[in-house]
Structure formats: C-alpha cells, structure tokens
C-alpha cells in the first residue's frame, strides 16, 4: 500500500511563499493520478492540484496562477509551490496518489476517488 509523508508546512505571512513535499513509497503504478488537497476544521477536504504520470497539471480556482505542482519522477516525491499566500490559504495539506490517469480537474480533486492519504502539514498564513 502507498506510503505518503508531507513536509514543508509552516507560518508564513501574507503574500509569501512556502514549498511543500510529499515522500511517497509503497506503489508502482505505471499510469497515476497525485493530488494534493486541504482541510480546515469543520470542513471536508478541498482538492487543490494535481498531476498525472504523464505531467499533466490540474488546478482548482483556488490554485491557479499563484500554486505549481511537480513531482520527482526518480525518487516520487511531490511537491506543491505556493506563492502569493492569502489568509484563506491556510489549512493542513495533505497529499495522495491513486492509480489511473488524472482525467480532469473535476476527477482530479474528487475526494472520495483516494483511499491512501498522508498525516497532513499545516500552513498558517497570516496578515
């Protein structure tokens, strides 16, 4: 079973930038879809962006044009850069794999589409 490990959260003010990573071991699909979403509490988890095993990126609203995702095909780990932080930003991130293409964003950030999730990492924006 996928294994998945985020790192990078931390505070940072409005309108800076963070990077965040997600180790990931344990599959080998050849065709997958990698994800990253976030959760505020009292709220169920909210896609972000993704991409494919072919280097396709999808964005949600909320992403685009201030977050790029990317991934490290040599050792699987995924990243997410955030720039342009806004206050609403703030959540605790959590990444995840599932195998199949990505198809489009709607399918992309489907939550109930992942089983294998990492313990999360938060990110604090603040004015």
């Known amino acids: 079973q996928a294994q998945l490990v985020e790192s990078g959260g931390g505070s940072v003010q409005s309108g800076g930038s963070l990077r965040l990573s997600c180790a990931s071991s344990?599959?080998?699909?050849?065709?997958?879809?990698m994800a990253w979403f976030r959760q505020v509490p009292d709220n169920g988890r909210e896609g972000v962006a993704a991409?494919?095993?072919?280097?396709?990126?999808f964005y949600t609203d909320s992403a685009k044009g201030r977050f790029t995702v990317s991934r490290d095909k040599t050792n699987g780990t995924l990243y997410l850069l955030m720039n342009e932080l806004k206050l609403e930003d703030t959540a605790t991130y959590f990444c995840?794999?599932?195998?199949?293409?990505?198809?489009?964003?709607?399918?992309?950030?489907?939550?109930?589409?992942?089983?294998?999730w990492g313990q999360g990492t938060q990110v604090t924006v603040s004015s």
């Open positions: 995840t794999v599932r195998p199949g293409r990505c198809g489009n964003v709607y399918q992309a950030t489907l939550v109930n589409l992942y089983v294998v």
């Open positions: 991409i494919d095993s072919e280097g396709t990126e």
């Open positions: 344990g599959y080998s699909y050849q065709l997958y879809c």
